[in-house]
């Protein structure tokens, strides 16, 4: 069992920056996919980012790439989203989680992450 725990986010203006955290608990990180997740009000949860912790792989939403970097720390058992040049189409609750699976193979469908973290808010305004 993994208990997620994401931090971080908040209220920013078009163009700042945020880092958000997700701490873990239960089970070290390196034994899974980690993702990273959004859901704006009326809209269907969309996958943003993942990282094959054992293997360093990532990937990325197209439209975040380049300005999000999904990266991790081992020492700290926690997952981070650096988060630059923000839209206010960025704007949602973000959720990290974790993926049963420590092949190479990066999943963008929720389904198949089976730990989830409570969510973070964070807002951009233009």
């Known amino acids: 069992q993994v208990t997620l725990v994401e931090s971080g986010g908040g209220s920013v203006q078009a163009g700042g920056s945020l880092r958000l955290s997700c701490a873990a608990s239960?089970?070290?990180?390196?034994?899974?996919?980690m993702g990273w997740f959004r859901q704006a009000p009326g809209k269907e949860r969309e996958f943003v980012a993942a990282?094959?912790?054992?293997?360093?792989?990532?990937y990325y939403l197209e439209s975040v790439r380049g300005r999000f970097t999904i990266s991790g720390d081992n020492a700290r058992n926690t997952l981070y989203l650096q988060m630059n040049s923000l839209k206010p189409e960025d704007t949602a609750v973000y959720y990290c989680?974790?993926?049963?699976?420590?092949?190479?193979?990066?999943?963008?469908?929720?389904?198949?992450?089976?730990?989830w973290g409570q969510g973070t808010q964070v807002t951009v305004s233009s």
């Open positions: 239960g089970r070290t990180l390196s034994r899974h996919t």
């Open positions: 989680a974790a993926r049963d699976y420590t092949g190479r193979y990066l999943s963008s469908f929720p389904y198949e992450y089976d730990y």
């Open positions: 990282i094959a912790w054992t293997h360093g792989n990532t």
